[in-house]
């Protein structure tokens, strides 16, 4: 799949801008805080209906007139197109609008969506930021967001899922610190955690599966990558301790033992203790822990690896490649790395933003369509 168009208006600090993209290489190119992310923003909201950088939808308004308050701001809502063919479709249009108050609306070719969830599939993407390079780094809540948001796009059922589980889980919560003053509300603990077992055990499924593919296309490719002197091996880390051998009905079953057994603590806490919302991914170089003990060479591999992997996965599971966003992440690799994800590029549409000059050359050797960006103006090179 590839993108042809994405317009912009009133999308941070783009008032009103058109962008047509090459089907295979395109490079933005610019200075700090001129808008290149932006860009990339903006597809990836065209992909999960969110943001890869604010949990806020309203901070992605542009309203140049601050300290006005955004709610009196004459432009204050923002609206993203964006035209895409696949491999069996062709000029499918997304469109993305959210206002000040908040309220986001989704239409796909003009007809609206009831639910975020519906988008899912459409436009798949695979983003590669600075901050991935040390995903394995960094909190459990961060390897499982990449792992949501990655399997939210090659099975949208996963998403609604999750969302069901999420709100299962606020509402429980909520119970567990109630139950302390009124301990009589213990007796509806049972029918609360029913769908968050059912829910749940379905998320601990589908993240094992996924893991499992890909840790098979990430260990391949960091091989590559590393010449074979290395071995990269992801390693599912769930709450609850399942085995590979269990089925829907048997996570279920060990899901629903262990919030048993954790009452006590959990009215403590007031907070549930095991579930999907507790679990990490591993990531292991030569069977050492890359948190712990990786270099930050061996991280920036692993994380590349991780991503090329991505890129696999889902052409695998949908036949058609993901659109590849490289946000100033090229300057971040060696000549060898660069070449690693090269091969990657050359299958899908990438759009890559940098500061490097060396990267913008590249660009122009590679015949990319190039792209200035100042601010908040994109013009063709």
């Not at 070719?109 to 459409?122: A, S, T, V």
């Not at 690896?305 to 590849?324: F, H, I, R, S, Y």
Request: hydrophobic letters at 35%; charged letters at 25%; proline letters at 3%.
């Amino acid at each position: 799949m590839y993108i042809t168009d994405l317009t912009l208006k009133n999308f941070r600090n783009y008032g009103n801008q058109d962008i047509s993209f090459d089907g295979a290489y395109n490079v933005i190119y610019g200075r700090n805080a001129q808008g290149k992310t932006n860009i990339l923003e903006a597809v990836f909201l065209c992909s999960t209906g969110r943001s890869h950088r604010t949990n806020k939808d309203i901070e992605m308004i542009n309203c140049p007139t601050t300290p006005v308050p955004l709610s009196k701001c004459d432009k204050n809502t923002l609206r993203v197109e964006l035209t895409l063919n696949k491999k069996n479709r062709e000029n499918i249009r997304i469109e993305v609008e959210i206002n000040a108050n908040g309220k986001k609306g989704v239409k796909i070719n003009g007809i609206p969506i009831k639910r975020i969830g519906e988008m899912m599939g459409y436009l798949n993407v695979v983003i590669f930021s600075p901050e991935d390079v040390l995903l394995a780094k960094e909190e459990p809540q961060c390897r499982r967001r990449f792992l949501d948001m990655f399997i939210s796009q090659v099975r949208p059922s996963y998403f609604f899922c999750l969302q069901q589980y999420n709100k299962g889980l606020r509402q429980r919560n909520a119970l567990l610190k109630q139950a302390r003053e009124d301990p009589k509300l213990l007796d509806t603990l049972d029918a609360w955690n029913a769908p968050i077992v059912q829910n749940g055990a379905r998320i601990m499924a589908e993240r094992r599966r996924y893991i499992d593919e890909l840790g098979g296309y990430a260990e391949k490719n960091h091989s590559l990558l590393t010449s074979g002197a290395e071995v990269l091996n992801l390693h599912y880390c769930p709450s609850v301790k399942i085995s590979g051998e269990d089925g829907q009905q048997g996570i279920e079953k060990k899901f629903k033992i262990c919030l048993q057994n954790s009452k006590e603590i959990e009215l403590v806490r007031h907070s549930t203790q095991f579930g999907p919302h507790r679990d990490d991914m591993s990531l292991r170089v030569n069977g050492n822990d890359l948190k712990k003990y990786g270099s930050q060479g061996q991280h920036r591999t692993a994380a590349l690896a991780l991503k090329m992997a991505q890129v696999d996965v889902m052409e695998a599971e949908t036949g058609d490649t993901p659109v590849l966003l490289l946000d100033d992440v090229m300057s971040e690799l060696d000549k060898g790395r660069r070449t690693g994800l090269s091969k990657n590029m050359k299958k899908t549409q990438t759009i890559a933003t940098c500061t490097d000059s060396d990267v913008f050359e590249q660009g122009k050797e590679m015949n990319a369509r190039l792209f200035m960006v100042e601010s908040g103006g994109v013009k063709i090179v």
